[in-house]
């Protein structure tokens, strides 16, 4: 069933397209990720869907509610992280989390949940005494704390080390065990092939791709990929015309081969087969990186305007 409905949603700011067209569907108890480079409309979509901005043309749908008509509703079953959030910097965090719980007619327990977040020792700390992790941490807190039905983390990994980035994974799965569905915005794509049960790749406000991370990955160059070094002259069309291969690339006397499961056995016995010798051979596992390479034409670091 879906919680999330959006549909032929535009947004745009002078000349810059944040959202051309976007439609998609977020199902109940998953974890959907939004990818894709800063620029690339991430926040500006997820805006809208919480009615903090008008989209200028399309429908949205949370739970059955207009984000905009029905805002009020809407703020008691969607909890929202924002990237760009900020406090008062004499506010404490204790404060702030037993003052955003008051918002709610069922929340979280404050302590607990600040706990669960690794922010216990800070509950006495002002705002802007917290580190750049702590400040985003605390972020999350405020958008679980009212038990929402839907989640929205946006760049929830931003400051942390990576030892907090995986506490901080450890806790989405666990709100994901519970019911609650997580809109994830990222552009990290180990966060995304770690977390989410599907994705939606954003290049210049438009969804170029939307599958399971696995699905993206055997979509765009299968599961294996093949480095190879040969001792005599071979024809790459030799061994793109093997099961199994889907493409070859020769770079400075070394191929690179993409394929399924069937490359292996079938490159080895050919080589065999020719008494081709061969000097070096490395099997590497097709990664999300490479799926958004393919897709975009660039990594996730690299801004769509540049």
């Not at 207009?66 to 406090?87: A, I, K, N």
């Not at 770690?194 to 939307?210: E, H, I, P, Q």
Request: glycine share 10%; with cysteine.
């Amino acid at each position: 069933m879906a919680v999330i409905e959006i549909d032929g949603v535009r947004k745009r700011y002078g000349a810059t397209v944040a959202a051309d067209d976007v439609s998609l569907t977020v199902e109940r108890g998953e974890i959907f990720g939004l990818l894709g480079p800063n620029g690339a409309g991430k926040t500006t979509l997820v805006e809208c869907v919480a009615g903090l901005r008008t989209p200028d043309a399309g429908r949205i749908r949370v739970l059955g509610l207009d984000p905009l008509r029905d805002r009020t509703r809407l703020r008691q079953v969607l909890g929202v992280q924002l990237q760009q959030g900020h406090l008062p910097e004499a506010l404490r965090v204790g404060e702030v989390v037993t003052l955003y719980r008051s918002f709610y007619r069922d929340g979280a327990d404050p302590r607990r949940l600040v706990a669960d977040l690794g922010l216990a020792e800070q509950w006495e700390s002002p705002f802007g005494k917290l580190s750049g992790g702590q400040a985003q941490r605390l972020s999350i807190a405020l958008a679980l704390v009212g038990r929402p039905r839907v989640a929205v983390l946006d760049e929830l990994s931003t400051g942390l080390d990576p030892r907090g980035r995986r506490n901080i994974w450890e806790i989405v799965e666990r709100i994901r065990d519970t019911g609650v569905t997580v809109v994830l915005v990222s552009h990290l794509l180990e966060e995304v092939h770690r977390l989410c049960d599907r994705v939606a790749v954003l290049d210049r406000g438009r969804v170029v791709a939307l599958d399971t991370p696995d699905g993206l990955v055997a979509r765009e160059g299968g599961g294996q990929r093949i480095r190879l070094r040969v001792g005599e002259p071979l024809e790459a069309a030799v061994l793109e015309a093997l099961p199994g291969v889907t493409g070859v690339r020769e770079d400075d006397g070394e191929f690179l081969l993409s394929g399924t499961d069937e490359m292996l056995p079938a490159v080895t016995a050919e080589l065999a087969r020719r008494s081709v010798t061969v000097t070096a051979l490395r099997l590497e596992e097709a990664t999300l990186d490479d799926a958004y390479l393919a897709i975009t034409g660039r990594t996730t670091e690299e801004n769509p305007d540049d």
